[in-house]
């Protein structure tokens, strides 16, 4: 397989952890993208050495607060309001962290999270 061909592959199984973490069934996920829901368990499951590597330098400040909130067990509404920003701009952040921690939901990303902290 050529470096394109791999990368291409890497971003399609982020984007299928991205939608599973967002409540997305496997099913679902294996019709919308033609592969089976065994292989879809493999996906979402995998979990990647080098996110122990990872570190949380890369996660921007607003990302850091809204961490640390879903660490405190908080809803995006509820983050949202005491960050005071909508609870939808608290969903695009977690989006951002699951794809920058490698993590396949929220509460990977928190067990990452602390991991690296």
């Known amino acids: 397989m050529d470096k394109l061909q791999n990368e291409t592959i ?4 982020e984007y299928i952890r ?3 973490s967002f409540g997305w ?6 019709n919308i993208f033609n592969i089976s829901v ?8 995998y979990d990647n ?3 122990r590597n990872k570190t949380n ?3 921007s400040t607003r990302e850091i607060q809204v961490m640390d909130l879903i660490s405190e067990g908080l809803r995006n509404k509820e983050i949202g309001y005491k960050l005071k920003i909508s609870a939808r ?3 695009t952040h977690l989006a951002r962290i699951l794809i920058k921690l490698e993590a396949i939901n929220r509460t990977n990303a928190v067990y990452i999270y602390h991991k690296n902290n």
């Open 57 to 59: 330098k890369q996660l």
């Open 10 to 13: 890497k971003d399609k199984n």
């Open 18 to 20: 991205t939608l599973y």
């Open 89 to 91: 701009t608290v969903e």
């Open 25 to 30: 069934t496997m099913p679902d996920l294996s």
């Open 38 to 45: 065994e292989r879809i368990t493999q996906i979402v499951s």
């Open 49 to 51: 050495k080098d996110s």
